[in-house]
């Protein structure tokens, strides 16, 4: 590059200049060529390169087409940003108009220190107050544009923040079950993608394309001022800009895949490209080396957070702050090791770059006292130029250092669409499925069916399930916990799909039915319900729960069970619904679910024995089977040996013991009562 800008030099020369400076510049640049040691970039074979990457990095042609999908992200982003293009015109413009009023004030402050060397003192007022005036009206017309660049990219990016957001939740909502049963996508996780995402994707749209463009607008009226007014300097300086371009590209391997897309097809070319491509990925896999993937290890201490404060409670009660901040702590370590490291590479990376920033700055100051010297240009041209191109090479040098952002923003890009572009293995409305339209019968049967959630493939928990609950019914599940009675209702609700066999609604694979439509005669009491927090009345008229703080658990399962009864489904779905109940309570919200599940199908998950007594049908889940079926008396009277029967005299053996207990306690309190009386 040394050679090369040397070589220009010898060129800007006049005619006289340049023939008596010739024979070491010439001298030098043939041996250059001849050197064993010091061969020139055009000696370096590109099928050389080539191979060398491919061998030893097999990730550079994914890195190119990753680029690809990075530019073509970038243009999804600008269609879903289409209602603001209005407002984007006019922050372009602000932009540009802005970036030309930079150029603009450079021109004007090396003017006006050129009227300060004329020795006619009036003529030097009268000059100066004209240019104070101009840059008064150069600082309005910043003002006021600087206002219509920020104000209108800003409501840019904010309606694509917004708009990202509301389409990853909806992405992120019609979701299988299974997905949300993944490590990486818990609820932590997802909560840190939506407000991240979001946030980098604007970023690097919103804020950062106004400065490109502002500093686009900047560079280009610098440079035809500075051909306009000296040519030979402006081609000097700006020949001095790759330097700068180079070091940086050597911080970001990005840009490098920007280059290699735009930078042609000539042969020249592919070799500058694969010659800088070699360093970017021995840098990269330096930086890679001590960095690591830092995104990766704040997500543990994120999560680690967002999970203590979402059980803030338990922390508490288990007086565990300062265990978790050591956890946090220690989670932190590590990205911030990688960070020190990164931090001193990057910043020796850019320390160079500003090195060599300011050392073309001193080469131009060089080659313009030799002009001035020469006679060729005077100093009002000479110290215009450079002031206005120095003004613009700040402008390039601050437009590179956003890569970082732009960096972030194509990852967050890809994360985004990632995430919209998902099919789910289960489609919440599928517009090919069966619509339900009228009301069900509420007829449900599993045929055979194999399951295992997909986060534990290898633990089995149903083996040829059979079962069936009767239109207009009752069937009760019980047995053991983890036997899977749960599981039961999530298949019914497709929450997931059996590894094998069929789960039935009114005679139709499960698998046929619109299930946005289906859900719509389902209602769901869970074993733990939670709650949104807003109203009681809101609250009831949600079809998904979420948290209630400021309730009970008692209360909030009254809330659950009053919303169901809302829904006035065919199929009710009882999961444990009055674990939380008082017995008192229990007995009136049971009596309350029988009147008003009379005449529909209900599927009843129950450990307590004796709040299913009355169910048409009991089936006793065990070892992924179904172990026993049929009324509470049938089970007793066929099965007087069997888990149900012994589950039966469990419970009765456990509330035996409480209630002797109980009467003892009160026995034992008479006389200590009567003692305080007669004392």
């Not at 994914?62 to 984007?88: C, H, T």
């Not at 990632?418 to 009301?439: F, G, H, N, S």
């Not at 909030?556 to 919303?563: C, E, L, P």
């Amino acid at each position: 590059m040394a050679c090369s800008t040397l070589t220009l030099l010898f060129i800007c020369r006049p005619s006289s200049a340049r023939n008596s400076v010739s024979s070491p510049i010439i001298a030098r640049n043939s041996s250059y060529g001849r050197s064993p040691y010091s061969r020139r970039l055009s000696d370096f074979s590109t099928s050389d390169f080539s191979l060398s990457l491919d061998a030893s990095h097999p990730n550079y042609r994914l890195e190119k087409l990753a680029f690809k999908e990075q530019a073509s992200s970038f243009w999804r982003l600008a269609k879903m940003n289409s209602p603001e293009w209005v407002y984007a015109l006019f922050g372009t413009i602000g932009s540009v108009v802005c970036g030309s009023i930079s150029a603009f004030f450079a021109y004007v402050l090396s003017a006006v220190l050129s009227v300060y060397y004329n020795q006619n003192h009036a003529y030097m007022s009268k000059q100066i107050g004209k240019y104070c005036y101009l840059l008064i009206g150069v600082s309005s017309a910043a003002l006021l544009f600087n206002t219509l660049q920020h104000f209108f990219w800003d409501v840019v990016g904010e309606n694509l923040t917004k708009r990202v957001r509301e389409k990853m939740l909806a992405a992120v909502l019609k979701n299988e079950m299974a997905w949300f049963d993944q490590e990486e996508n818990e609820s932590a996780r997802i909560a840190a993608r939506l407000a991240l995402d979001a946030n980098n994707v604007r970023s690097a749209i919103g804020d950062r394309i106004s400065v490109i463009m502002q500093n686009s607008a900047l560079m280009l009226v610098a440079c035809t001022a500075g051909f306009v007014l000296q040519w030979r300097l402006a081609l000097v300086l700006i020949a001095v800009f790759p330097v700068v371009v180079a070091a940086t590209v050597l911080q970001n391997n990005k840009l490098l895949m920007l280059l290699g897309s735009h930078i042609g097809t000539t042969s020249r070319s592919r070799e500058i490209v694969s010659f800088l491509t070699c360093l970017v990925y021995l840098e990269k896999m330096f930086m890679q080396g001590f960095s690591g993937d830092l995104e990766g290890a704040h997500a543990k201490a994120t999560q680690l957070a967002g999970e203590a404060i979402a059980n803030v409670r338990t922390v508490a009660a288990f007086n565990s702050e300062a265990k978790i901040v050591g956890l946090f702590s220690t989670n932190l370590q590590t990205p911030l090791r990688r960070c020190f490291w990164k931090g001193q590479i990057a910043g020796s990376g850019y320390g160079i770059a500003q090195f060599l920033l300011y050392a073309s700055y001193a080469l131009g100051l060089w080659y313009a006292s030799w002009l001035v010297k020469h006679g060729i240009s005077d100093f009002s041209k000479t110290i215009r130029v450079f002031m206005v191109l120095m003004v613009s090479a700040n402008g390039a040098a601050e437009t590179l250092t956003l890569a970082p952002d732009f960096i972030k923003g194509g990852r967050a890009m890809r994360s985004v669409f990632d995430l919209l572009d998902r099919k789910t293995e289960i489609e919440p409305d599928d517009p090919d499925a069966i619509p339900v339209t009228d009301r069900l019968r509420g007829e449900v049967e599993l045929k055979h069916v194999d399951f295992s959630y997909p986060s534990r493939p290898d633990v089995p928990v149903f083996r040829d399930l059979c079962l069936r609950a009767r239109a207009g019914k009752t069937l009760a599940l019980v047995g053991p916990s983890g036997c899977g009675k749960s599981s039961v209702i999530a298949l019914v609700q497709r929450f997931y799909e059996p590894t094998s066999g069929r789960v039935m609604i009114d005679g139709k694979d499960i698998r046929k039915y619109n299930l946005k439509s289906l859900r719509r005669h389902i209602a769901i009491v869970p074993q733990e319900p939670c709650l949104f927090a807003t109203t009681i009345y809101e609250t009831l008229l949600m079809d998904t729960s979420e948290r209630g703080v400021q309730l009970s658990g008692g209360q909030k399962q009254r809330i659950a069970i009053a919303r169901a009864f809302l829904r006035k489904a065919e199929l009710m779905l009882l999961d444990e619904a009055t674990s939380a109940l008082d017995a008192e309570s229990e007995r009136c919200i049971q009596e309350a679910l029988e009147r008003a599940c009379s005449g529909k199908t209900t599927i009843v998950v129950a450990h307590r024995l004796s709040t299913i007594r009355n169910a048409h049908t009991i089936a006793v889940i065990d070892d992924g089977k179904v172990a026993e079926q049929g009324s509470h008396s049938h089970l007793l009277k066929n099965y007087p040996d069997g888990c149900y029967a012994r589950m039966i005299q469990l419970q009765r053996f456990t509330h035996g013991q409480a209630v002797g207990m109980a009467s003892g306690s009160s026995s034992s309190t008479r006389p200590r009562d009567e003692e305080e009386r007669e004392g």
